[in-house]
């Protein structure tokens, strides 16, 4: 379950930075370093429009899969957390640094702005361009047939983010997030 929520996330992740240049706002972030904004922005340039992600609802709310608490920090930063752990969560199988021995967690964060380690795009880029920590762009094998996949960062975060709503659509009853076949309920085009 933690693995389908936390590579759900990833996906939204992707999403959000999907089509076009995906910019994260950074801004209040450069304020106060031990603390994450309350929304970013992703997506600018994407044809359905940008998403507002709300960071202090998946991290302050009973947004975990079992409704029980906040979501914890690696379903969505994957690769904050040791290797061994990651690799517990196929496709899942990066840290970042690659010896990292500390798992994120907002009490981390907040003693060490440097835990969140890699952002998304550092390994996720968009399509026919080069991630800056790794080779090429991950792949991963499809769940159906032989066919590898490009985890882009749109695809890392539809996968994740849409992964995650869709798998809790379907064990919770007591909430409607958006889900995979619901675009624009994220994607919002500003008025021109």
Wanted: charged share 20%; net charge positive; hydrophobic share 35%.
């Amino acid at each position: 379950m933690k693995l389908v929520l936390t590579f759900a996330i990833v996906i939204v992740a992707a999403a959000a930075f999907s089509s076009g240049t995906s910019s994260l706002s950074f801004d209040a972030l450069a304020q106060d370093p031990k603390k994450p904004q309350d929304t970013y922005t992703l997506s600018r340039e994407s044809k359905l429009g940008q998403v507002a992600f709300s960071h202090l609802n998946h991290t302050g709310k009973n947004r975990n899969s079992e409704g029980t608490g906040p979501s914890e920090c690696i379903e969505c930063h994957h690769t904050a957390q040791p290797a061994a752990e990651a690799a517990k969560h196929p496709p899942l199988k990066t840290a970042w640094p690659a010896d990292r021995t500390t798992t994120l967690t907002a009490e981390l964060l907040a003693t060490d702005p440097n835990a969140a380690g890699a952002v998304c795009r550092d390994c996720h880029a968009r399509a026919g361009e080069k991630p800056k920590l790794l080779p090429e762009i991950p792949q991963i094998k499809l769940e159906v047939g032989t066919e590898l996949l490009a985890l882009t960062n749109q695809q890392a975060y539809h996968r994740n983010c849409a992964g995650c709503h869709d798998q809790i659509v379907k064990t919770r009853a007591d909430v409607t997030p958006p889900t995979s076949k619901k675009c624009t309920a994220c994607h919002k085009r500003s008025a021109a």
